[in-house]
T-cell receptor, first 113, second 113 residues
Framework: DQQVKQNSPSLSVQEGRISILNCDYT??????FLWYKKYPAEGPTFLIS?????DKNEDGRFTVFLNKSAKHLSLHIVPSQPGDSAVYFC????????????FGQGTRLTINP | DTAVSQTPKYLVTQMGNDKSIKCEQN?????MYWYKQDSKKFLKIMFS???????INETVPNRFSPKSPDKAHLNLHINSLELGDSAVYFC????????????FGDGTRLSIL
């Protein structure tokens, strides 16, 4: 039962354009959402997060949008740079407890020069 | 300074052997986690310890035994290794009850021959 889904295994974007990565979830108890970036042979690195009380969070080139009614979030990267090429994981957790992270299966983003 | 460090980075061993993976964090977090990334690239929680107390155990076989000597360390011991244990194991740390991101180590790639 995959509670967090990233339906696009890969995405290719031209340098300088916008990259949009999508994520859907099914568990309405999730109230905290994160995006992690992962390079080969390294661990996931935290990128940006959003609480369920917000619908948008921005940090530099990265913006995360949350649509609670659709149970959907997206990560926008503008402008895309070659160093952004990596696998991006969406993750979610529910309030309280040990904050177990439930991950999507990842989207491989390739930025073409 | 590495925030979450795990050793070894690579571990190649034969079926039936017993092996351990060590993890240490210097972030002052009170909670540590083990995640497994399987061949399909799904990252799934295995265990979580808060101040040396087990708080998450995701129906992992008894052959896997986490040990937390103090809140900065969480080791993973695996008995009688099987082919299906081949995966990348990630250690992470965080603060329970806070909406702060978990920080991950670089992973240990375990290969069973």
């Amino acid at each position: 039962d995959q509670q967090v889904k990233q339906n696009s295994p890969s995405l290719s974007v031209q340098e300088g354009r916008i990259s949009i990565l999508n994520c859907d979830y099914t568990n309405s108890m999730f109230d905290y959402f994160l995006w992690y970036k992962k390079y080969p042979a390294e661990g996931p690195t935290f990128l940006i997060s959003i609480s369920s009380i917000k619908d948008k969070n921005e940090d530099g080139r990265f913006t995360v949008f949350l649509n609670k009614s659709a149970k959907h979030l997206s990560l926008h990267i503008v402008p895309s740079q070659p160093g952004d090429s990596a696998v991006y994981f969406c993750a979610a957790s529910a309030r309280g407890g040990a904050q177990k992270l439930v991950f999507g299966q990842g989207t491989r983003l390739t930025i073409n020069p | 300074d590495t925030a979450v460090s795990q050793t070894p980075k690579y571990l190649v061993t034969q079926m039936g052997n017993d092996k351990s993976i060590k993890c240490e964090q210097n972030l002052g977090h009170d909670t540590m986690y083990w995640y497994k990334q399987d061949s399909k690239k799904f990252l799934k929680i295995m265990f979580s310890y808060n101040n040396k107390e087990l708080i998450i155990n995701e129906t992992v076989p008894n052959r896997f035994s986490p040990k937390s000597p103090d809140k900065a360390h969480l080791n993973l011991h695996i008995n009688s290794l099987e082919l299906g244990d081949s995966a990348v194991y990630f250690c992470a740390s965080g603060t329970q009850g806070s909406n702060q991101p978990q920080h991950f180590g670089d992973g240990t790639r375990l290969s069973i021959l």
